[in-house]
Nanobody, 121 residues
Framework: QVQLVESGGGLVQAGDSLRLSCVASGRTFGSYAMGWFRQAPGKEREFAARVSWSEGTAYADSVKGRFTISRDDAKNTVYLHMTSLKPEDTAVYYC???????????????WGQGTQVTVSS
């Protein structure tokens, strides 16, 4: 089984920066991509960023230019570096692993427990 554990969330002010970490353990050799998602209270979970072993990175328009996803294979860790944070970024952030992509759709099958990010105005 693959386990994902996020950390790094917290309470910050608008304009601040924060780095989230996701440590993966277990059988991760077959993972095709790692992604970050977020879910605000009362809203649906939304895609934020993704890094693929073969296709590079991708970002949601709402975070493009402010967030950067990266990974360290030696540490089995992916990061989400967030800058210029806005109150609208407030959400629970989840790390996820996709084992395959089908017709352009990433199928995320493993998820972390989430880490809370709160941005005050």
């Amino acid at each position: 089984q693959v386990q994902l554990v996020e950390s790094g969330g917290g309470l910050v002010q608008a304009g601040d920066s924060l780095r989230l970490s996701c440590v993966a353990s277990g059988r991760t050799f077959g993972s095709y991509a790692m992604g970050w998602f977020r879910q605000a209270p009362g809203k649906e979970r939304e895609f934020a960023a993704r890094v693929s072993w073969s296709e590079g990175t991708a970002y949601a328009d709402s975070v493009k230019g402010r967030f950067t996803i990266s990974r360290d294979d030696a540490k089995n860790t992916v990061y989400l570096h967030m800058t210029s944070l806005k109150p609208e970024d407030t959400a629970v952030y989840y790390c996820a692993a996709a084992l395959r992509v089908v017709r352009g759709k990433y199928e995320y099958e493993y998820w972390g427990q989430g880490t809370q990010v709160t941005v005050s105005s």
